[in-house]
T-cell receptor, first 114, second 111 residues
Framework: DSGVTQTPKHLITATGQRVTLRCSPR?????VYWYQQSLDQGLQFLIQYYNGEERAKGNILERFSAQQFPDLHSELNLSSLELGDSALYFC?????????????FGNGTRLTVT | GENVEQHPSTLSVQEGDSAVIKCTYSDSASNYFPWYKQELGKRPQLIID?????GEKKDQRIAVTLNKTAKHFSLHITETQPEDSAVYFC??????????FGRGTSLIVHP
């Protein structure tokens, strides 16, 4: 167990809908990263938050948004869903103020858009 | 920005053979190189990492080598077992910047 908690594990929804994915980082970690992994694809970086503030942005669509709350949990909001948004969404966290540290991944949320 | 190339994309070996996966990176400032193993439908898990002040690191059947001059690093798995079958990702990171991942290598170990 990595200590990173993601809910829900599975999500099935229809095109055009909106969903929220939730992530709680490891105790003590301040950074949260969101990744998208489509079938047989690599890990696409979406966005990073550090202690409540957006730190870095990757190839995140405008239909997607995220935030990190004062208790450090993070939510990824996906709206106007399309079939192509079906993927595994991973959250990862890393310790504060450290360099050269690994990311610890949660078990992911599998999103299926029908 | 950093660019990480990973080869091969698929590697098929017989149980007991060795497997080698290679990655190259573009940014000479990168100084941390983790390797992750991802089993089907599961999360990527860190299996070994190396920092730029070290040329080689070993953990049982797994080893990683780093050549900073050539900007490449490799994962070596000896005496492969069927449970080693998974997708392996390399990554390169500079300090606290976002790590850049390779596209992954699907390792298949045939019993």
């Amino acid at each position: 167990d990595s200590g990173v908690t993601q809910t829900p594990k599975h999500l099935i929804t229809a095109t055009g809908q909106r969903v929220t994915l939730r992530c709680s980082p490891r105790s003590g970690d301040l950074s949260v990263y969101w990744y998208q992994q489509s079938l047989d694809q690599g890990l696409q970086f979406l966005i990073q938050y550090y202690n409540g503030e957006e730190r870095a942005k990757g190839n995140i669509l405008e239909r997607f948004s995220a935030q990190q709350f004062p208790d450090l949990h993070s939510e990824l909001n996906l709206s106007s869903l399309e079939l192509g948004d079906s993927a595994l969404y991973f959250c990862a966290s890393s310790p504060p103020g450290t360099t050269n540290s690994p990311l610890h991944f949660g078990n992911g949320t599998r999103l299926t858009v029908t | 920005g950093e660019n990480v190339e990973q080869h091969p994309s698929t590697l098929s070996v017989q149980e007991g053979d060795s497997a080698v996966i290679k990655c190259t990176y573009s940014d000479s400032a990168s100084n941390y190189f983790p390797w992750y193993k991802q089993e089907l439908g599961k999360r990527p898990q860190l299996i070994i990492d190396i920092r730029s002040n070290v040329g080689e690191k070993k953990d049982q059947r797994i080893a990683v080598t780093l050549n900073k001059t050539a900007k490449h690093f490799s994962l070596h798995i000896t005496e492969t077992q069927p449970e080693d079958s998974a997708v392996y990702f390399c990554a390169a990171r500079e300090g606290s910047y976002i790590p850049t991942f390779g596209r992954g290598t699907s390792l298949i170990v045939h019993p």
